[in-house]
């Protein structure tokens, strides 16, 4: 069974970048998509990214194209989220989760087929 820790998080001011790493145990990624998940104080939980088992392809929501990369090292079994010009509306808690099977965005943004999670680490973006 895997178990998922992600670390990275914190305050960081408007424009500001910071990258989050889901580092992985009990298992090996290799197999498994892996995607990025967060949930704001009051809102539901929304998928942000995700990224297929070999890495070769990828997926964001619409609000964080062009400022947010996710990518994986799974000689590391870790996944990374790599966030730039971070705007206040980015501020939730953000959880990783893997998923086992072929690779179909829009599913695995819609988070419902995850088997694993993370406990999440929280970006608060603030001046």
């Known amino acids: 069974q895997l178990h998922l820790v992600e670390s990275g998080g914190g305050l960081v001011q408007p424009g500001g970048s910071l990258r989050l790493s889901c580092a992985a145990s009990g298992g090996a990624l290799d197999y498994y998509a892996l995607g990025w998940f967060r949930q704001a104080p009051g809102k539901e939980r929304e998928g942000v990214s995700c990224i297929s088992s070999a890495g070769d392809f990828s997926d964001h929501v619409d609000s964080v194209k062009g400022r947010f990369t996710i990518s994986r090292d799974n000689t590391k079994n870790t996944v990374y989220l790599q966030m730039n010009s971070l705007k206040p509306e980015d501020t939730a808690v953000y959880y990783c989760?893997?998923?086992?099977?072929?690779?179909?965005?829009?599913?695995?943004?819609?988070?419902?087929?995850?088997?694993?999670w993370g406990k999440g680490t929280l970006v608060n973006v603030s001046s």
């Open positions: 989760a893997a998923e086992w099977g072929p690779y179909v965005g829009s599913v695995c943004l819609g988070g419902n087929g995850m088997e694993y």
